[in-house]
Each structure stands twice: as structure tokens, then as C-alpha cells.
């Protein structure tokens, strides 16, 4: 059974950073392009950034360019997302999302979330 | 950048109607595009992939059509569970947006 669990989420003042962890099982890592989604209370989704499986290769939301960064270890089935310069319109739940194939098709497994709060 | 533009932005419904939602591209994404199903508190659910494949598990009343720069999904006839709202996403650039989405309510 696939699982994504996703953690490091919390409240942290505009400015600041926060990492978070998306724990991966049940299916070949590596071989799988991984995706942060997120959504901001009451709006829709939004694409944040993806890691291709196999070559790795990323892109990123021209809202959260070069201000986040997404990595993976494929030793440890974890994609992260290290988020610097917060702000406040950053407030949103994030998901962890694994792709149906090496690269992006659509996104069959996601996690449960976790929340990040850009406040002062 | 490729915006998605999804209409109706809500939509209201009965039990057994026939619905379409319609996506469109701000520039062609050939078959690139996904939908997706969310409910409140919850995780989206893929739908349909290459704009018409349907994803496994996904009940046959749900299909989608379409390339270019246009995309509609259609639910044959409406059942409890699929009250929710559902977003188009596309995948042809590298930046994989997604469409504001639809509600779908019950009438």
C-alpha cells in the first residue's frame, strides 16, 4: 500500500524558514516524479514544484522560485521542501503528491497535508 | 506561463443529472491535462489523466474529452459521492498548473 506522510508543518514568522519531509512507502521512490501541492485556507490547489523521478530534474511555481527548494533521498524515500523568505500568502496546507509515472501525468497518491502558518 | 480557466466556477445539480465542467488553456497542451476530485478536509483524488483515461478504481459515469485548448469533464449521472469540487490541471510545461476549480453542489 502506498503511504506519503508529511511533516515539519508549523507556524514561523514571516522572513523565516521551515523544512518539510514527505515520508514515501510502498512503491519504488526513484522511479516516481513527486510533487508539492498546496492550498491556501479556502482557495484552490496549487502547483509548488515537482523532482522527476530518475534524473531528478525539478521545476518550481514562479511564485515560490528561488525562495524554495525541493529535493529527494532516494536511500531514504523522502522528498523535501525547504521553504526560505516566508510569507504570509505562503500560509497554506501542503501536500506531497507521487505522479503515475516517471514524469508528470497526474498524481495518483497524496498525503494528508500539513500546515504551515507564515504569521507574526 | 499556461493559465487554466475551468467554468462554471460552481455549479448546482440533482441526483442523476448529467454534468460537464469545462477547462480551457490559455495556449495548446495537446492531451496534458488531469482532473481531479477534492471534498472538504480531504486530499484530491485523480480522475482521469491524458485528458481521457480513466484512472483505476474511478467509476465509468466519470469521462473527459478534449485537446488543444480545450477540455470538458463529464459526470453521466450524478450520484451522492460526487458532490465536491474538481480542478483541471495541465501537465505540458514545466510548470504544472492547475484550473480555480469547480463546486459542484446539490440543487
Known amino acids: 500500500e502506498v503511504q506519503l506522510l508529511e511533516s515539519g508543518g508549523g507556524l514561523v514568522q514571516p522572513g523565516g524558514s521551515l523544512r518539510l519531509s514527505c515520508a514515501a512507502s510502498?512503491?519504488?521512490?526513484?522511479?516516481?516524479?513527486m510533487n508539492w501541492v498546496r492550498q491556501a485556507p479556502g482557495k484552490g490547489l496549487e502547483w509548488v514544484s515537482v523532482?522527476?523521478?530518475?534524473?531528478?530534474?525539478?521545476h518550481y511555481a514562479d511564485t515560490v522560485k528561488g525562495r524554495f527548494t525541493i529535493s529527494r533521498d532516494n536511500s531514504k524515500n523522502t522528498l523535501y521542501l525547504q521553504m526560505n523568505s516566508l510569507r504570509a500568502e505562503d500560509t497554506a496546507i501542503y501536500y506531497c503528491?507521487?505522479?503515475?509515472?516517471?514524469?508528470?501525468?497526474?498524481?495518483?497518491?497524496w498525503g494528508q497535508g500539513t500546515l504551515v502558518i507564515v504569521s507574526s | 506561463d499556461i493559465q487554466m480557466t475551468q467554468s462554471p466556477s460552481s455549479l448546482s445539480a440533482s441526483l442523476g443529472d448529467r454534468v460537464t465542467i469545462t477547462c480551457r488553456a490559455s495556449h495548446s497542451i495537446s492531451n496534458w491535462l488531469a482532473w481531479y476530485q477534492q471534498k472538504p478536509g480531504k486530499a484530491p483524488k485523480l480522475l482521469i489523466y491524458k485528458a481521457s483515461t480513466l484512472h483505476t478504481g474511478v467509476p465509468s459515469r466519470f469521462s473527459g474529452s478534449g485537446s488543444g485548448t480545450e477540455f470538458t469533464l463529464t459526470i453521466s449521472s450524478l450520484q451522492p459521492d460526487d458532490f465536491a469540487t474538481y480542478y483541471c490541471q495541465q501537465y505540458n510545461s514545466d510548470l504544472y498548473t492547475f484550473g480555480q476549480g469547480t463546486k459542484l453542489e446539490i440543487k
Open positions: 510502498g512503491f519504488t521512490f526513484s522511479s516516481y516524479a
Open positions: 503528491a507521487k505522479e503515475i509515472d516517471t514524469y508528470g501525468l497526474g498524481a495518483d497518491q
Open positions: 523532482s522527476f523521478g530518475g534524473s531528478g530534474t525539478t
